[in-house]
């Protein structure tokens, strides 16, 4: 789960854990909203698209 709106733009990331339990993952640089992810053979998560605050989010690599 990445990003999303509510009270602010979000910037947090959570992941599944082999227990099937919700864990935190690791922040992102910019809160954002209305993106789409995909994950990458490397395991590497690539977030584009969206908005924030700021208007048009960059493209951003995360390791979950």
Request: proline share 5%; no cysteine.
């Amino acid at each position: 789960i990445v990003g999303g709106a509510g009270a602010s733009y979000l910037a947090t990331t959570e992941k599944r854990t082999l227990a099937g339990t919700i864990a935190a993952g690791p922040s992102l640089a910019q809160g954002r909203y209305l993106h789409t992810t995909t994950t990458l053979n490397s395991g590497r998560v690539l977030v584009i698209g969206g908005g924030n605050q700021f208007g048009n989010a960059g493209p951003e690599l995360y390791m979950p």
